[in-house]
């Protein structure tokens, strides 16, 4: 049997996060330059998105760039940008037949002017839109964002808008970029490295983490799949006993 047709539709999370990963390395096998991993990379990306739309997954984050990535060689950067772009303008007509709504969270104003516009076009083209949402991360850590939540919480306390003690949890969240969306209940990471990298560190804390030695340009529905049908065979406790979880089921 397949990995697809074991997985329960009546347990799929509602949001999948991704840190897409080895892009590098599978082209360096292959002896080709880096960016070709990133080209075959954006196969990888519509193979995901396919399979979340097909199991009704409603959400799937991708980190696609990082504040730290803007280290990288520049001639590696301006082909991620340039790919980012043509591949926006390519698709949109594909994520509206499939109700793929795009939307971006990360320091865009960052980015390129062209990659800017073409995010802009492609999220307005797209909003109305409800199967799945696509949300890029772009120009995105986890601390910046947090950073920047604080700074406008600060400044709604001072003109006295919200009181120190209003400050809870969700209104946290509401204010982080992923504040109209549910958390991740699920962080896939390719390649075989074990970390969370700066993303998402608020919104991942009750995800459950799937690591796999897969380099991204290699994985594809199934690995997608079978990466659902692992986090359904896990327990979610979130604190409690296995007893009190069984008792309410
Ligand atoms: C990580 O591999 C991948 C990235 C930093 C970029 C991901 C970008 C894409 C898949 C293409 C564009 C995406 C969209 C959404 C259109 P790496 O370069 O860090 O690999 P390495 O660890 O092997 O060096």
New binding site residues.
């Given amino acids: 049997m397949s990995y697809k047709d074991q997985i329960d539709l009546t347990k799929v999370p509602q949001h999948v996060a991704i840190?897409?990963?080895?892009?590098?390395?599978?082209?360096?096998q292959k002896g080709e330059e880096?960016v070709f991993?990133?080209?075959?990379?954006?196969d990888?990306?519509r193979e995901s998105l396919t399979a979340a739309g097909e199991i009704g997954v409603k959400y799937l984050t991708?980190?696609?760039?990082?504040t730290e990535?803007w280290n990288?060689p520049k001639q590696?950067v301006d082909a991620?940008m340039d790919?980012?772009v043509k591949?926006?303008a390519s698709?949109v007509d594909k994520l509206n037949e499939n109700s793929v709504k795009l939307q971006a969270i990360g320091d865009t104003g960052n980015l390129p002017e062209s990659c800017q516009e073409a995010l802009a076009g492609a999220i307005e083209n797209t909003k109305n839109n409800t199967r799945v949402t696509?949300n890029?991360a772009?120009s995105y850590s986890s601390k910046w964002e947090m950073t920047k939540a604080i700074q406008e919480i600060a400044n709604q306390v001072k003109v006295k808008n919200i009181l120190p003690s209003e400050i809870n949890e969700e209104l946290i969240s509401s204010y982080l970029s992923t504040g109209n969306i549910p958390d991740p209940e699920l962080l896939i990471r390719?390649?075989g490295?074990t970390r969370i990298s700066n993303f998402m560190l608020w919104q991942l804390a009750y995800a459950e983490l799937y690591f796999t030695e897969t380099?991204?340009?290699e994985f594809k529905k199934e690995n997608f799949f079978e990466a659902i049908l692992n986090y359904q065979n896990r327990e979610r406790r979130f604190g409690k006993t296995s007893e009190q979880i069984s008792e309410n089921e």
């Fill in positions: 840190i897409m990963d080895g892009n590098g390395r599978w082209a360096q880096r991993g990133h080209i075959n990379g954006v990888s990306v991708l980190y696609a760039f990082s990535n990288r590696e991620l790919l980012l591949t926006i698709e696509l890029l772009l390719t390649s490295e380099l991204w340009p």
